[in-house]
């Protein structure tokens, strides 16, 4: 069912939905979304062609270069963004107020050389970890608002129940973060709107369906898409704080397929696009 809301937003004023996957290299995907004759150091190049948006998972595991990055920029066409995963050595910490030094090597690394096409830049915490409040505020304390003249936007994804309280969303909101909204299958969903955009991450796509997700259930998700890029917020998602007013304005949204087998991801999030542009 898709969602509704008694007062509607402005549907000719909204921001722009970009979707996309995880990665672009992934074996299955040879023959299934990659040309079977398409050499391994094209796929990107083909890859950023049909979807708006891809999110980078190795950032998580380690540092890369400011080559890298500019390959990456280069191999991408004008208007598409990636989203980067910090490194895990920044949120894998007990203390999270001892986390700077490993944050200045993130943004050592060279991430400016994306420029324009670099997308929001997406903070993983472990299952384990817990909402402590004043331990996330120190966190959030750190993260810069911009780096080498590249206005940032940082994401919150978290992944212990202790999250779904109405402190961890007016922090989030009161340092202009958002936190990701993951439809999955055991991690908390918060879909409260914290931030001028929305990330989402939809993980419960199955890969004997030909676009991950069902084309009715595609069809919900691009009306969500639509409504949190109006302004407005979805009335069928878990909110953490009800009580809490949000500004209705045009917001940039970014929604990602990754689910676990991930086969069908890039023609999931290639429809999710079509819906929404249609």
Known sequence: MAPSQKSRPDETNAGKIRTGMGGWTFEPWEGSFYPADLPKKKQLEFAARQVTTIEVNGTYYRGQTPETFAKWAAEAPD??????????????????ASTGESMEKFFAQGIEELGDKLGPIVWQ???????????????????????????LRHVLEVRHASF??????ALARAYGTAICYAHHFDYPEIADVTADFVYARLQRGDDDVPTAYSPAELDAWAARLRLWAQGGVPDDLPIADAAAVVKTVPRDVYAYIIHEGKIRAPQGAMALQRLVDG
């Not at 915490?125 to 750190?142: G, I, N, Q, V, Y």
């Not at 779904?164 to 969303?169: G, H, I, N, T, Y």
């Open 125 to 151: 915490f472990a299952p384990t970890k817990k909402f402590e409040a004043d331990d996330f505020e120190a966190f959030l304390k750190l993260l810069p608002e911009k780096h080498a003249g590249l206005r």
């Open 164 to 169: 779904v309280d109405p402190a961890f969303v």
């Open 79 to 96: 208007g598409f963004v990636f989203s980067l995963k910090g490194n895990r050595f920044v949120t894998n910490k007990k203390v999270l």
